[in-house]
């Protein structure tokens, strides 16, 4: 399925204005650093004759909170769910604060403003999530587990994430988004410690959750490799989001702005 393009900046001018100068600068193949100006690229399917809301998917690219991968681990990933009959966004996220506050904070602004189009892009409202590789997947989780109203996902998935220090306001409970986590067993930059260490706490607070570990492949798979069969997880979370609507688990408040 093909798809239509456009990027937002991710927050109103008088904000952005607060932000200072533009700093970003583009390493070569995508590989961004120094953003300080936040977007939200959106991928809108072609139409297709069909009248019905799709869910939503918010991608924030790894990079260890010093760059962002954003074509591998952003759009990429963006057009594959698409495909799989998504409207998928990649976030271009803050990386000026060393606590990652400002990141959290635009992600959290990111699901927002799918709210606020949903009508126009013919989002589901209610069947919004988070989904991040490696330090996005930090993101994603912290993001997903301090947000409140109308910022709030209805599920997240994070891939590879790092998640051993999370931030001090993250709340585990039984109003806490679903999850989809995926890690591979092979991984050493970040042990599969650490999606299992978030499946638990979410299981214990009795929050819907599935984990998914495959057996081999090194850190940073993104979209996976048939040869290891790793390229099943898209699939299989767009399946579980399809087959299991987690519209109950994100209170939506209308018209909600500011971090």
Known sequence: ????LLTLPLWPAEITATFGADTERDLGDSVLTAISHPTLTVLLPKPSGSTGLLPAIIVCPGGGYNVEVFDREGLAVARRFVELGFVGAVLKYRLVRKDHRDAIEDAH????????HASEWSVDKDNIGLLGFS?????????ALTA??????N??????PGTSKLPA?????????????????????LSPANSIRIYEKLHACGVPAAL??????AHGIDLGNP??????????????????????????VANEWGP
């Open 148 to 153: 409140k109203a109308n910022a709030k996902p």
């Open 212 to 217: 998914h570990v495959f057996t081999t492949g």
């Open 227 to 252: 040869a290891t069969g790793t390229d099943a997880w898209p699939a299989l979370l767009a399946h579980w989001v399809k087959a299991h609507q987690w519209k109950q688990r994100a209170e939506v």
């Open 109 to 116: 602004q990111a699901v927002r403003l799918l709210r606020q």
């Open 155 to 160: 599920w997240m998935a994070p891939i590879y």
């Open 169 to 189: 306001d993250v709340v585990f409970n039984e109003e806490s988004p679903a999850a989809f986590l995926v890690h591979t067993g092979q991984d050493q930059m």
């Open 135 to 143: 330090a996005g997947g930090h993101l994603t989780v912290s993001a």
């Open 1 to 4: 399925m093909s798809s239509d």
